[in-house]
């Protein structure tokens, strides 16, 4: 085979890098993917503890609802951000049913959500980097 460039060497060239550019897309969508559950999942705990430990006692002890309305309020957008943040993790990483369910499980545990920050956090850095690949 001669050293020309042709369209054949030009096609296979730009399906090649197609492929490289894909799984290196694909992984930085995962990575992100985890990144928003994570962040997610403490800010739904978060709004579970104040719910549960302000709010409530609050509302029960000092004759006082509206800390439970607006902190439930909240509580509840984040939770249903919580499930789609799951949903996508579980998507971009594929996720057997079991972990799905154990995040979900955690995100009705007053420190579930934390919990499971820590084993996200755990995993990602027990996972090896990447090394860039180029095409030559």
């Not at 709004?47 to 607006?70: F, H, T």
Request: proline share 5%; glycine share 6%.
């Amino acid at each position: 085979m001669s050293g020309r460039l042709t369209f054949g060497t030009l096609r296979h060239a730009a399906v090649l890098n197609t492929r490289i550019t894909f799984v290196t897309m694909n992984q930085k969508n995962s990575n992100a993917a985890i990144k928003r559950l994570r962040i997610i999942g403490i800010l739904e705990g978060i709004s579970y503890l104040v719910l549960l430990g302000i709010a409530m006692p609050l509302k029960y002890m000092a004759d006082m609802p509206a800390p439970v309305k607006y902190v439930g309020w909240a509580h509840g957008l984040l939770f249903v951000l919580f499930v789609a943040a799951v949903a996508n993790a579980a998507i971009a990483k594929r996720w057997s049913i079991l972990k799905v369910l154990a995040a979900l499980v955690a995100s009705v545990l007053p420190f579930g959500p934390f919990i499971l920050d820590a084993k996200l956090l755990k995993q990602e850095e027990a996972q090896p980097a990447t090394p860039k690949q180029k095409v030559a």
